[in-house]
């Protein structure tokens, strides 16, 4: 397996969360790390925290001038780019009956796109190094969460876009995985209007139960999964469910 020690890591959406978590992981591990994010404070002291190894660079997935610094500065940070972490991602919920376009394209320009155009701008330096692009995916191509469907076909794009990008790349030594996290307490929600910040407890408290674990994951756990496909060189194309058996359907029917 490849070691991660001195490689060149950018994450998108690395100011919290899972983000957060893989930024902290990689950089334990020797990574050179570069975070991007749309909120300064939050990327900044990330970054901060995490101490010389880390870089932050304020950026929205987005926006094309963005995207060409996220990848010029993680070259910058690290020399070169080993991995492009695709974390950057909103949740997006609409009723079928209540569709708006604007809804619908925001949720592809920012889950899909966004990390679609990073790869092809990160490409060349991947090459070089033979390295490796992952995508975060979701529970919901597992279960059906009714009101969901703008966010559950955005992950269900990053899943078969995974398996196509990855049959094409293979020639180049670039390998090309997706994570399909479970529960996990992020900002997720809470940004998405869902729930507010004092109901997070007891949301994730109902969710429990559906896990074959009984208990909702860390974004340290999704982040271990990330770093197995980072380092496992005969791994291309999977979606790995992290997921403590959400995705399994328990029931006590």
């Not at 990390?115 to 092809?120: E, F, I, K, T, V």
Request: aromatic share 4%.
């Amino acid at each position: 397996m490849r070691d991660i020690h001195g490689m060149s890591v950018l994450i998108t959406g690395g100011g919290s969360g899972l983000g957060e978590a893989v930024a902290r992981l990689f950089a334990a591990r020797g990574a050179y790390v570069t975070i991007s994010g749309r909120r300064p404070e939050k990327i900044q002291a990330v970054a901060a925290s995490i101490g010389p190894l880390c870089h932050a660079v304020v950026g929205d997935v987005a926006n094309a001038a963005d995207r060409e610094q996220m990848v010029a500065a993680a070259v910058a940070h690290g020399g070169k780019l080993d991995v492009l972490v695709n974390n950057a991602g909103n949740m997006y919920r609409q009723a079928v009956a209540e569709y708006t376009e604007e809804v619908l394209r925001e949720a592809f320009e920012v889950n899909v796109i966004g990390g679609m155009m990073l790869a092809s701008k990160a490409l060349p330096h991947l090459e070089v190094t033979r390295g490796s692009i992952l995508f975060i995916g979701s529970v919901h191509t597992r279960r059906a969460y009714p009101g969901a469907t703008p966010y559950a076909a955005t992950k269900a794009a990053l899943e078969g876009l995974t398996r196509v990008m990855a049959a094409e790349l293979g020639p180049k030594q670039v390998r090309v995985n997706c994570v399909v996290p479970g529960a996990v307490a992020t900002e997720i929600n809470v940004r998405a209007g869902l729930v507010t910040e004092d109901g997070v407890a007891a949301r994730y408290a109902r969710l429990a139960g559906d896990h074959a674990l009984q208990r909702i994951g860390t974004a340290e756990e999704v982040a271990e999964g990330i770093e197995y496909l980072v380092r496992a060189e005969w791994v291309t194309g999977v979606a790995l469910d992290v997921d403590g058996g959400l995705g399994l359907g328990v029931s006590s029917f």
